[in-house]
């Protein structure tokens, strides 16, 4: 049975600590929903009602586009362990510049990964759990280093170009602020 929180909860948090991946939707107000799974070492707990991921560079940046615009987002982790639960993190997002003073406080909780953009910072509104019991079991193997070698290999002016061609607007043509990666 599903089950609402006002806060993260000890037990919630840990189950973030466990999981290896996690899902983001977006949507704009017309158009389509954004669903992108995350991975990496890039989510942090801030407090009870505040996480956050560090935003690697990637094919687009609907999350930024549609936070702009309308600022709801979830996060879901998934158990694929043999202890089965699915949680969605419900509220409103931001997208933090690096330039920013909240950029200042918060970008020394993250890795310094190659072609990091921005921060996208959910203030939780609610979080549910339910049961997961229709999601299949799988072993984690280990961390895929495609991006993290792809954004090496452009360098910083590479990834700063690429942010260019292809992160300044949605698949729908909604503007992005683009952000430095300095």
């Known amino acids: ?19 290896k991946m996690f899902f983001t939707a977006t949507a704009p107000s017309q158009g ?16 009870n009602k505040t ?26 982790f998934c158990s694929f362990t043999q202890k089965p639960l699915i949680l969605r993190l419900y509220g409103q997002g931001i997208v933090i510049d690096f330039k920013s003073d909240r ?8 890795t310094n ?16 759990t339910s049961c997961g019991f229709g999601v299949p ?4 193997q280990e961390e895929r280093q495609t991006l993290i070698t792809w954004a090496k290999n452009k360098g910083e002016r590479g990834i700063q170009e690429y942010q260019k061609q292809n992160n300044l607007e ?3 043509g909604l503007p992005i602020k683009l952000h430095s990666s300095k």
């Open 103 to 110: 950029a200042a406080t918060l970008r020394p909780l993250f």
């Open 137 to 140: 079991i799988y072993d984690f």
């Open 32 to 47: 389509r929903i954004n669903l992108s799974p995350k991975g990496i070492d890039t989510f942090r707990y801030i407090d």
């Open 51 to 76: 996480v956050a991921y560090l935003d690697l560079t990637g094919s687009g940046n609907e999350t930024a586009a549609h936070l702009q615009e309308n600022g709801r987002i979830t996060i879901m």
């Open 170 to 172: 949605s698949i729908d």
């Open 113 to 128: 990964f190659p072609g990091a953009r921005q921060i996208i910072l959910l203030n939780l509104e609610s979080a549910q």
């Open 1 to 19: 049975m599903a089950q609402f929180y006002s806060e993260l909860t000890t037990e919630l948090r840990d189950f973030i600590a466990q999981q």
